[in-house]
């Protein structure tokens, strides 16, 4: 894996998962209770021994700057690193990133001097455990110019991601985006050819791309200088490509969640409390997934009832009940409170005195969840200051909202607080 260059691109500007990226890029988002987004493909790269990692990044990045400083520091006995490029303005590039084969044309002038086979295109915002490795042997195996990673989904989820077709040799020979009626039907596959038995090729009977994807150093280089106006991967170069290049397809046949939606975000985070064994484990001793050591104090908990939930370091939970939910680093939750179905992101910071009982009769409002609060279905931002006796539990079913003014808005049903957010004593949302 030494000839392999892995490139990571940070996303657009999120705007389906605003307002969680109204401060911070799309895989800089906080995961399960400790985690970031950009964590997973980093930790899956490491765990394939694929070392020399690029970030790509254009909206928002400060945060996820720090975190990747902080987290990914290789000793000096390895020519590894995780490395941000950040899009920028030059004379021959005026422009910032227009997709993702435009972000790696901006920089291909630094990946052309590496000394490596193969480049590694990955997406910043799934949710999945992946041995690279394989994947690119399987590429060199087949003799092929471009690899892609695809999941084999059944007619119900089809039409809701950019198909492909292929021959009994596994090569991709059509594409089509988001098909119906007929045209989902042509792109009906053999996916036993992939590896799947028959009885899983007949329940999943097409293939959609993962947005991953392993080029041959030389076709991507010559890829995007002769396609200057071609500006993303999936959608342009690589079905162009398939005409005079051989583009294989893997398959990936495990757990993969693209985390691009508010209500994708929050079952992926709910999901993770599931028991005896959730669709994604971060107890895989084999393939850890690494993350910023914050050398935080264990949760403190006092008289408290929690079911099916996941907290995380340094949390102060006072007399209080929390079902199926995720509370994230230096989560506070004072007396009498009910946290269900609900994601807190926690806390950057510790407040003064701040395993005092709060003072509900005080104009301020602390760092966490005021007494006797109740909050349900929710994505609660970092660093957010919820009132006592409030209730965030979407009364009305309100399915869309924007009230940024209040501090929150609604998606999909699911009430989300605004990072740094205030919500005043005995609101009620």
Not at 17 to 22: D, E, G, R, S, V
Not at 196 to 215: C, D, H, N, R, T
Not at 289 to 310: A, E, G
């Amino acid at each position: 894996m030494k000839k392999v260059l892995s490139i990571i691109l940070g996303g657009g500007a999120g705007t389906r998962l605003y307002p969680l990226t109204k401060l911070r890029a799309k895989p800089a988002v906080s995961l399960a209770g400790k985690y970031r987004l950009i964590d997973i493909p980093v930790s899956n790269c490491i765990n394939s021994e694929i070392f020399k990692i690029y970030v790509l990044t254009q909206f928002n990045s400060a945060s996820l700057n720090r975190h990747l400083s902080s987290t990914y520091n290789f000793s000096g006995f390895t020519e590894g690193f995780v490395e941000v490029l950040a899009a920028q303005q030059t004379p021959e590039n005026p422009s910032w990133f227009q997709g993702t084969a435009d972000a790696v044309r901006k920089y291909l002038w630094l990946f052309e001097e590496w000394d490596v086979d193969q480049f590694l295109i990955l997406s910043g915002d799934h949710l999945y455990r992946m041995d690279y490795a394989k994947f690119v042997q399987r590429h060199r195996e087949t003799g092929a110019d471009i690899t892609l990673s695809v999941i084999p989904v059944d007619a119900k989820r089809a039409s809701d991601f950019g198909l492909m077709k292929i021959d009994d040799t596994g090569r991709i020979v059509d594409f089509s985006e988001k098909p119906k009626g007929e045209a989902l039907e042509k792109m009906w596959v053999d996916t036993s050819i992939l590896g799947l038995s028959p009885e899983e090729a007949k329940e999943q009977p097409y293939i959609a791309s993962m947005g991953i994807y392993v080029f041959n150093k030389d076709v991507l280089i010559r890829l995007l200088k002769e396609s200057a106006e071609k500006t993303d991967f999936g959608k342009e170069i690589i079905p162009d490509a398939s005409k005079d290049h051989k583009v294989q397809a893997y398959l990936f046949d495990d757990y993969w969640e693209d985390i691009g939606t508010i209500e994708a975000f929050y079952h992926a985070n709910l999901a993770l409390t599931q028991q005896p064994k959730p669709q994604f484990s971060f107890y895989d001793e084999n393939a850890p997934i690494y993350t910023r050591p914050r050398y935080l104090p264990p949760s403190k908990l006092l008289d408290c009832k929690i079911t099916q939930s996941i907290i995380g370091d340094g949390c102060i939970l006072k007399n209080c009940r929390i079902e199926h939910s995720v509370l994230g680093v230096r989560t506070r939750v004072e007396s009498d409170c009910l946290i269900e179905n609900t994601m807190i992101m926690g806390a950057d910071y510790y407040e003064e005195f701040a395993e005092r009982q709060s003072n509900c009769d005080k104009n301020k409002v602390p760092v966490g969840i005021g007494a006797r609060t109740v909050i349900r279905g929710a994505i609660v931002d970092k660093n957010a200051r919820i009132g006592c006796d409030v209730k965030i539990i979407n009364k009305d079913n309100v399915q869309e909202a924007e009230r940024e003014s209040l501090g929150f808005h609604i998606r999909n049903g699911i009430v989300v607080t605004l990072k740094n957010a205030v919500i005043p004593d005995g609101t009620i949302i």
